[in-house]
């Protein structure tokens, strides 16, 4: 469904993809993991038109697809949860939910709906209460985590990337996260995770890649390696140091 293949990004003299080559198959979760500085935030943000290569393809259903920007990736099907959390902080939560779908300027879901089209979002997974009418400002940490993933899910999109996302959750939303991420594959979407959690790793994945200094030194379904060897593929000094603690 989605592939790059030898993508690479420089930022100056900092190589921070060197030709990254991955194949992702609808219907899954992919994760891709890595330790800060592995490219993971590169690799997202060439996913969703932010920055662009200095090298390499994305082929979309076999075709190879040249979008330049966020709107290219977006029509195309992809959302992306970026691992800061953006909000417009004097629009309301619905107001926020519904920019994944509203245009810029124009409002394209009708003032009837948008309550109930917002709130539908966020139940099929926000186990927290978020109020609607609230300025998304004032709604605590959590809380516009879970706004923005709704933003994102609302949109339907057929590649949803989430990029460390769950780490200002609390447990019961981040399982219910989880769960409607497993939804998603089996109802076809793509999802790519970034995480260097290995525990959700471990639970989640249908296929993982590892990233290390930029490059992609893994590609494989889950149950091929143990988390040891994972982490050892991801960080060999730290799986050294850790064997002899
Ligand atoms: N805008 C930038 N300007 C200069 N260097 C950058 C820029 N963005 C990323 N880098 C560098 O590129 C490399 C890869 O960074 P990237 O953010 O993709 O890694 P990461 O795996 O996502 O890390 P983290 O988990 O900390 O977000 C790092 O060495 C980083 O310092």
């Not at 997202?44 to 290569?53: D, E, N, R, T």
Request: glycine share 8%.
């Amino acid at each position: 469904m989605l592939e790059i293949k030898d993508l690479s990004k420089r930022y100056g003299e900092t190589v921070a993809l060197s030709g990254a080559t991955i194949a992702f198959r609808a219907g899954t979760v992919h994760t891709i993991l890595g330790e800060n500085g592995s490219g993971k935030s590169t690799l997202v943000k060439l996913l969703s038109g932010i920055v662009q290569p200095d090298g390499g393809t994305v082929t979309l259903d076999g075709r190879g697809f040249s979008g330049r920007g966020p709107s290219d990736f977006q029509a195309a099907g992809f959302a992306t949860v970026f691992q800061e959390v953006l909000i417009a902080p004097d629009r309301t939560v619905t107001d926020n939910i519904l920019l994944g779908l509203d245009g810029l300027v124009h409002r394209k879901v009708p003032r009837e709906k948008r309550r109930e089209t917002a709130a539908a979002a966020l139940s099929r997974f926000a186990v927290t209460e978020v109020p609607l009418d609230a300025p998304a400002g004032q709604v605590p940490l959590a809380a516009q985590q879970l706004i923005v993933l709704a933003r994102a899910v609302v949109r339907r999109p057929r590649i949803l990337i989430l990029d460390e996302v769950t780490a200002a959750l609390d447990y019961a939303d981040r399982e219910s996260v989880f769960r409607l991420m497993r939804q998603l594959a089996a109802e076809g979407s793509l999802l790519l995770f970034i995480t260097h959690r290995m525990d959700e790793v471990m639970s989640l994945s249908d296929r993982i890649s590892i990233l290390r200094g930029g490059k992609v030194v893994r590609s494989e379904d889950k149950g091929v390696s143990t988390p040891a060897e994972l982490l050892k593929a991801m960080a060999p000094q730290t799986a050294e140091e850790l064997s002899h603690a």
